[in-house]
């Protein structure tokens, strides 16, 4: 299984990205999928994910800012980010975990200028 993200970019405090993740093969049979940051000198963290069925979580600082979706058709997993905030600047990898098996993509850079 391989992922490819893509779309991350500097971007201005109050604006807007789309993070796409293409996924090798199906994006179905899957335990679950989600979208991850790491700060510079912090430890990578969960900021969305979502599981069989459609249940939804969000780190708490991203709630009614961040979207995570799939479309099928594509094998491709989204995160609209909206009203970005310096804070947001960080490494952004996607993640999907398969018969408890974790795979990663390779990381796309978002920076929020204030």
């Known amino acids: 299984v391989q992922l490819q993200a893509s779309g991350g970019g500097l971007v201005q405090a109050g604006g807007a990205l789309r993070l796409a993740c293409v996924i090798s093969?199906?994006?179905?049979?899957?335990?679950?999928m989600g979208w991850y940051r790491q700060a510079p000198g912090k430890q990578r963290s969960l900021v969305a994910s979502i599981r069989p069925g459609g249940t939804i979580n969000y780190e708490d600082s991203v709630k009614g800012r961040f979207t995570i979706s799939t479309d099928n058709a594509k094998n491709t997993m989204y995160l609209q980010m909206n009203n970005l905030k310096p804070e947001d600047t960080a490494v952004y990898f996607c993640n999907l975990v398969r018969s408890w098996v974790s795979y990663w993509g390779q990381g796309t850079l978002v920076t929020v200028s204030s």
């Open positions: 093969g199906s994006i179905n049979n899957f335990n679950i």
